[in-house]
């Protein structure tokens, strides 16, 4: 089974780093930890581009495109470390809100995810659609029909939470909650694949301008070392994260054993490289003022977010092992 993408799929991803390299820079990202309003202007770029049309069918006026093509495009938006509910609306909602595909294909409709078994939602003040986990259901609701507390804090300054208060009476059931947190988790170790690449970058890029004793600091193994071992890490990683992808893509019926070994493989990955990164770039590393932290706060929030490491490691453990208490 090959899982490598297709030169159409290595360069939309090229053309996608490449314009968010021009129009999302670092120095907006942190303008919106600063409290800058979202001028949407990133999510026209995003739907310029194809992302929340990819999945959404032909007829819908779509791409029909499936899993593999989405993958690595969000990736990108990772390594940018482009907030907003870009895996909610381009990887979660075209496979569960069928009518509403021409709306999602336009750019024309957001969508955030909360799963039951987590307070706080992300980004439902800017969704037009919510996809709420309840039990073993998932329900969609309009923003209308859901009451928002005030803006919760997050370690992640672009990223707003909010404790919702809903019912199912008022929305619609559009699917099973597994499906909604596969998806989240598999959308979720796709941008923290970028995530790791975007933060190994900046420390390999500090650690050759960076001088002690007359040679740069990245020349010395114990800088070396720690770095490889991350960049391994992440190696490994994202062929994981490519699988769940394709199992996706092809409905494979372990898609979401799949996806919890994607997250876990993922955000283990992000949290040493954000911790490697962090100790390359020594005392600046530590300053706000670092591009660095906008990043690793990122990878730290999102590794949390539907199901930290050590939860999707035990899912796999119970698909893998009986662990059901035998009955007395």
Same mark, same amino acid.
């Given at each position: 089974?090959?899982?490598?993408?297709?030169?159409?799929?290595?360069?939309?991803?090229?053309?996608?780093?490449?314009?968010?390299?021009?129009?999302? @820079?670092?120095?907006?990202?942190?303008?919106?930890?600063?409290?800058?309003?979202?001028?949407?202007?990133?999510?026209?770029?995003?739907?310029?581009?194809?992302?929340? *049309?990819?999945?959404?069918?032909?007829?819908?006026?779509?791409?029909?495109?499936?899993?593999?093509?989405?993958?690595?495009?969000?990736?990108?938006?990772?390594?940018?470390?482009?907030?907003?509910?870009?895996?909610?609306?381009?990887?979660?909602?075209?496979?569960?809100?069928?009518?509403?595909?021409?709306?999602?294909?336009?750019?024309?409709?957001?969508?955030?995810?909360?799963?039951?078994?987590?307070?706080?939602?992300?980004?439902?003040?800017?969704?037009?659609?919510?996809?709420?986990?309840?039990?073993?259901?998932?329900?969609?609701?309009?923003?209308? &029909?859901?009451?928002?507390?005030?803006?919760?804090?997050?370690?992640?300054?672009?990223?707003?939470?909010?404790?919702?208060?809903?019912? @199912?009476?008022?929305?619609?059931?559009?699917?099973?909650?597994?499906?909604?947190?596969?998806?989240?988790?598999?959308?979720?170790?796709?941008?923290?694949?970028?995530?790791?690449?975007?933060?190994?970058?900046?420390?390999?890029?500090?650690?050759?301008?960076?001088?002690?004793?007359?040679? @740069?600091?990245?020349?010395?193994?114990?800088?070396?070392?720690?770095?490889?071992?991350?960049?391994?890490?992440?190696?490994?990683?994202?062929?994981?994260?490519?699988?769940?992808?394709?199992?996706?893509?092809?409905?494979?019926?372990? *898609? &979401?054993?799949?996806?919890?070994?994607?997250? *876990?493989?993922?955000?283990?990955?992000?949290?040493?490289?954000?911790?490697?990164?962090?100790?390359?770039?020594?005392?600046?590393?530590?300053?706000?003022?670092?591009?660095?932290?906008?990043?690793?706060?990122?990878?730290?929030?999102?590794?949390? &977010?539907?199901?930290?490491?050590?939860?999707?490691?035990?899912?796999? *453990?119970?698909?893998?092992?009986?662990?059901?208490?035998?009955?007395?």
């Amino acid at each position: 089974m090959r899982f490598a993408l297709s030169d159409e799929q290595v360069q939309a991803a090229a053309s996608l780093r490449g314009l968010l390299a021009r129009e999302f @820079p670092a120095t907006r990202l942190r303008s919106r930890w600063e409290g800058a309003p979202d001028d949407g202007a990133v999510w026209r770029h995003l739907t310029a581009m194809g992302l929340p *049309a990819m999945l959404v069918p032909d007829a819908d006026g779509g791409l029909g495109g499936d899993e593999l093509d989405l993958v690595s495009l969000l990736e990108e938006c990772g390594r940018a470390g482009v907030p907003g509910p870009v895996v909610e609306t381009c990887a979660v909602a075209p496979r569960l809100l069928a009518s509403r595909g021409g709306a999602l294909a336009a750019g024309e409709l957001q969508v955030a995810c909360g799963d039951g078994e987590a307070p706080l939602v992300a980004d439902a003040d800017v969704a037009e659609c919510l996809v709420l986990c309840l039990g073993d259901d998932a329900f969609a609701l309009d923003r209308a &029909a859901v009451t928002l507390s005030e803006r919760q804090p997050s370690v992640d300054g672009a990223r707003s939470l909010f404790e919702v208060r809903w019912s @199912p009476a008022d929305g619609e059931r559009v699917g099973d909650a597994a499906g909604v947190r596969a998806r989240m988790s598999a959308g979720l170790a796709a941008a923290l694949v970028g995530l790791s690449r975007r933060m190994l970058d900046l420390a390999a890029e500090y650690v050759q301008v960076r001088r002690q004793f007359g040679v @740069p600091v990245g020349s010395f193994q114990a800088v070396k070392h720690p770095l490889a071992t991350a960049l391994v890490r992440l190696s490994v990683a994202r062929p994981v994260v490519l699988r769940a992808a394709y199992s996706l893509a092809r409905r494979d019926p372990a *898609a &979401a054993l799949h996806a919890s070994m994607a997250k *876990a493989f993922a955000a283990e990955s992000a949290l040493l490289s954000a911790r490697v990164a962090l100790q390359a770039h020594g005392a600046i590393g530590y300053s706000f003022e670092h591009d660095l932290h906008l990043f690793m706060k990122r990878a730290w929030a999102l590794s949390a &977010a539907f199901g930290g490491p050590l939860e999707h490691r035990e899912r796999v *453990a119970s698909h893998l092992f009986d662990l059901t208490p035998e009955t007395p």
